[in-house]
């Protein structure tokens, strides 16, 4: 049973630094925003209109990514303590 207690914990940690990465990703998000605001200010439109649609966008893939992974990671976590069960 070790081993699988192991092995659960390791997808916990990693669970643990998914959460880390999507809290970086909403931060750059953010980061994005302000810079966007600053070159609209500025009236450079043209970058503020790749940083507002294009860097968002993939912001928001890698966020949607990161949630999948979360998901799988959540179920493996409870295929460990299924298979603790079963054992």
Do not use: P, W
Not at 63 to 85: I, P, T, Y
Request: aromatic fraction near 2%.
């Amino acid at each position: 049973m070790s081993a699988l207690d192991d092995l659960q914990s390791a997808a916990h940690a990693t669970r643990d630094g998914l959460d880390s990465s999507a809290a970086a990703v909403a931060d750059l998000d953010k980061q994005t925003e302000e810079l966007a605001g600053q070159f609209a200010a500025l009236g450079n439109e043209g970058s503020a209109q790749v940083l507002a649609q294009g860097a968002s966008q993939r912001l928001a893939g890698v966020r949607e990514m990161l949630a999948n992974a979360q998901q799988a990671l959540d179920d493996f976590v409870a295929d460990c303590e299924q298979a603790k069960g079963t054992g």
